[in-house]
T-cell receptor
Framework: DTGVSQDPRHKITKRGQNVTFRCDPI?????LYWYRQTLGQGPEFLTY????????KSRLLSDRFSAERPKGSFSTLEIQRTEQGDSAMYLC?????????????FGAGTRLSVL | LAKTTQPISMDSYEGQEVNITCSHN???????ITWYQQFPSQGPRFIIQ???TKVTNEVASLFIPADRKSSTLSLPRVSLSDTAVYYC??????????FGTGTRLQVFP
C-alpha cells in the first residue's frame, strides 16, 4: 500500500453514462497525476496538478474528460458520455515538490468497464 | 522524449538471476534511467534509477554503460513474487512519466 487511495476500485457503466473517480494522494504530496492504462500497454499520462492548479493536460484528455483538485488535496476525474473506448484502468499518482521527480507513488487504480 | 525498447516478455526459474536490457539510443544529457515494476491489479512501483555506471539497492541493480544508450536491470535470485511487468523509462526535464509496453517477466517454480 503506497498510501494513494482510489475509489472505486471497479466501475461498470453503460455507454453514454457519466462516471467520476476519486483519488486521495499521500497527505503531504502536493503534486497529483492521472494516467490511463489499457490492457497490455503501459500507463499513459493524462494530466497533473500542483496543489489546486492543473498544470498540464495530454491530448488524450478529450473534452469529455475533466479533472479537478479544488482544495489541493483529493482529486476527481470525470468522464462524460462514456464510450467503449474509455474502458481502461485509471491510475492516480502523487509526489511532493522537491522530492525526486522521477519517483511517483501510484494508487491501485480504478478499472472502468463501459458496456 | 527518448523512446525505450525492451523485450516484450521473459521467462525464468526461481533462484536464477534475470537481466532485462533496455535500449534508449536518443537519451539526452539530462535524462535519468528509471525502472518501475507493476503487479497485476496494482499501480506501478518505482524500483531503481541511475544516470551512469552501476546502481544497486535492496531490490535490484542497474548497469549503465558509458554511452548511456542502453541499460540493464538485474534481479538477483528471482522468486515467484517477482513475476510482474517491468518498465524502463527515460525521464528528463518533464513532470510526467512516459511508459512503454514493458517486459512481462514470468518466474516459474
Amino acid at each position: 500500500d503506497t498510501g494513494v487511495s482510489q475509489d472505486p476500485r471497479h466501475k461498470i457503466t453503460k455507454r453514454g453514462q457519466n462516471v467520476t473517480f476519486r483519488c486521495d494522494p499521500i497527505s503531504e504530496h502536493n503534486r497529483l497525476y492521472w494516467y490511463r492504462q489499457t490492457l497490455g500497454q503501459g500507463p499513459e499520462f493524462l494530466t497533473y496538478f500542483q496543489n489546486e492548479a492543473q498544470l498540464e493536460k495530454s491530448r488524450l484528455l478529450s473534452d469529455r474528460f475533466s479533472a479537478e483538485r479544488p482544495k489541493g488535496s483529493f482529486s476527481t476525474l470525470e468522464i462524460q458520455r462514456t464510450e467503449q473506448g474509455d474502458s481502461a484502468m485509471y491510475l492516480c499518482a502523487s509526489r511532493r515538490t522537491g522530492d525526486d521527480k522521477n519517483i511517483q507513488y501510484f494508487g491501485a487504480g480504478t478499472r472502468l468497464s463501459v458496456l | 522524449l527518448a523512446k525505450t525498447t525492451q523485450p516484450i516478455s521473459m521467462d525464468s526459474y526461481e533462484g536464477q538471476e534475470v537481466n532485462i536490457t533496455c535500449s534508449h539510443n536518443n537519451i539526452a544529457t539530462n535524462d535519468y534511467i528509471t525502472w518501475y515494476q507493476q503487479f497485476p491489479s496494482q499501480g506501478p512501483r518505482f524500483i531503481i534509477q541511475g544516470y551512469k555506471t552501476k546502481v544497486t539497492n535492496e531490490v535490484a541493480s542497474l548497469f549503465i554503460p558509458a554511452d548511456r544508450k542502453s541499460s540493464t536491470l538485474s534481479l538477483p535470485r528471482v522468486s515467484l513474487s517477482d513475476t510482474a511487468v517491468y518498465y524502463c523509462l527515460v525521464v528528463g526535464d518533464t513532470d510526467k512519466l512516459i511508459f512503454g509496453t514493458g517486459t512481462r517477466l514470468q518466474v516459474f517454480p
